[in-house]
Each structure stands twice: as structure tokens, then as C-alpha cells.
């Protein structure tokens, strides 16, 4: 089985990536990952607000993690293997991919105008060295052509 991972955050392009995903998880009998970054705190807060943070930025990343595995749900009946991880984004990806080395594609969504993001900039310039091909779904893209292209 075919499966697609997706880097799920609060963007427009993550969303693109993940519907791209989707589709094409449908089409091809595949199923989709979800893999939500926990954000690493750049400051060390006292032990217990420390602590808390760290908790509250967990809560956000599975709450984002869970609206979408529930839209893929609705859409295709087909629940998504949901995944929260904290630590550096490139590292905690590279480590589930090791760990997954049945993911066919790593699925990126990039901006609509301006620049790529960080992943997408720093995968694309490393594609080679991974187990994957990695998928750069343009943010410009309608949801038809979208769904014309998975």
C-alpha cells in the first residue's frame, strides 16, 4: 500500500498538501500520514511553566492533527494514521521516515507567492539522500486542478 505523509500545521499550504494526498491516496489505494511537529520552546521557562507550555504546544499540534484526520475521514471514510512529535522539524521528520520505510512520498505544500517555507527548501534541496520522493504541491493550485493532478 502506498502511503503519503503529510507535515500537518495551521497553513494554507499543509492543507493544500494534505488534500493532494488524499486524493491521491484514493486513487491509487493508498492511505495518508499525518505528522504534526510540536514546535521546540527557544527559551527554558522554570520547571513547571516549562512544562506546561510544552503541553499546551502538544495540545495545539493533535488538535490540528485530528481536524484533518477527521476531513480526510468524512471526504473518503478512510481514517489517517495520526502521528505528534516533538523536536526540530528536518530531524523529526527524517527520524519517521527511517522508522515508516513503507512511505511512498513525502507530501509538501508550498506558498502561493514568495518564498517556500523552511521544509520546503530544506527537503528539496536534500531529496536524494531520502527514502521517498518528495511531492511540492504548488499553493497556487484550485482545488479542481488539485484534484485533477492527484
Request: aromatic content about 6%; charged content about 20%.
Amino acid at each position: 500500500m502506498r502511503i503519503y505523509l503529510v507535515i500537518m500545521d495551521e497553513t494554507e499550504e499543509s492543507k493544500q498538501a494534505l488534500r493532494f494526498a488524499s486524493r491521491r491516496a484514493a486513487k491509487t489505494g493508498g492511505s495518508v500520514h499525518i505528522l504534526a511537529l510540536v514546535p521546540q520552546q527557544t527559551f527554558s521557562a522554570f520547571g513547571g511553566v516549562q512544562a506546561t507550555i510544552e503541553q499546551e504546544a502538544r495540545e495545539r499540534a493533535e488538535v490540528i492533527a485530528n481536524g484533518a484526520a477527521g476531513e480526510i475521514f468524512a471526504e473518503s471514510g478512510k481514517m489517517p494514521v495520526i502521528a505528534v512529535r516533538p523536536g526540530a522539524p528536518q530531524e523529526v521528520i527524517r527520524k519517521y521516515l527511517e522508522e515508516h520505510g513503507d512511505v511512498a512520498a513525502l507530501v509538501l505544500g508550498s506558498a502561493a507567492e514568495g518564498a517556500s517555507g523552511p521544509l520546503v527548501t530544506h527537503f528539496a534541496g536534500h531529496a536524494g539522500a531520502l527514502p521517498c520522493p518528495v511531492y511540492v504541491v504548488p499553493g497556487g493550485l484550485s482545488r479542481e486542478a488539485l484534484d485533477a493532478l492527484a
